[in-house]
């Protein structure tokens, strides 16, 4: 099976910088996904880390370390928009359909 | 980006009963899933919807309790049968694209609550 472990909650300041840990167990590791979920809305897709290193994307980046079974979301000069719950989801095996974790949400408060 | 649609977006319904969710997207793909989210909890995988063909469940889900439908590329049914208050829930479609990077697209969810 796998097993994957993230923070319940967060709180930052506007205008900060927060990183969010994700790490997992698994068997035949493929990649690791970030999902952005704002209240009452569908997830929607932030980054797909399938090697080792920080892949940057605007204010968000994501890092990867296949060897320690880790990952993380660090998002800069937070905006009030950006409190939402962040998924931490992985692919392992034969399949690309991602398992996800529990999520963190992330409060930015002013 | 897809456009992902769902009905109803949200419905309160009486034990016993069963309710049918249905999921459009605004052009044809292969993959499209069927994921559960409870309250405070992770997104589930209940099944992928295999055109032409039964879905396949994951473990812990069963055909009876949760038939799919997947007559075309652009359209699914999930139904929830016989339901009881613990099926009370977020049920979400995904879909995945062709040629993209495996990243899945979600509707915007329908809110399910049985009493």
């Known amino acids: 099976g796998q097993n994957i472990d993230q923070p319940t909650e967060m709180t930052a300041t506007e205008g900060a910088i927060v990183q969010i840990n994700c790490t997992y167990q698994t068997s035949g590791f493929n990649g690791l996904f970030w999902y952005q979920q704002h209240a009452g809305e569908a997830p929607t897709f932030l980054s797909y880390n399938v090697l080792d290193g920080l892949e940057e994307k605007g204010r968000f980046s994501s890092f990867l370390s296949r060897s320690k079974g880790y990952s993380y979301l660090l998002l800069k000069e937070l905006q009030m928009k950006d409190s939402a719950s962040y998924l931490c989801a992985v692919t392992s095996g034969g399949s690309y359909i991602p398992t996800f974790g529990r999520g963190t949400s992330l409060i930015v408060h002013p | 980006s897809a456009v992902i649609s769902q009905k109803p977006s949200r419905d309160i319904c009486q034990r016993g009963t069963s309710l049918t969710i249905q999921c459009q997207v605004d052009?044809?793909?292969?993959?499209m899933f069927w994921y559960r989210q409870q309250p405070g909890q992770s997104l589930t995988l209940i099944a992928t919807a295999n055109q032409g063909s039964e879905a396949t469940y994951e473990s812990g889900f069963v055909i009876d309790k949760f038939p799919i439908s997947r007559p075309n590329l652009t359209f699914s049914t999930l139904t929830v049968s016989n339901m009881s208050p613990e099926d009370s829930s977020i049920y979400l479609c995904s879909v995945e694209y062709p040629g993209t990077q495996y990243e899945q697209y979600f509707g915007p969810g329908t809110r399910l609550t049985v009493t």
């Open positions: 052009s044809q793909v292969t993959m």
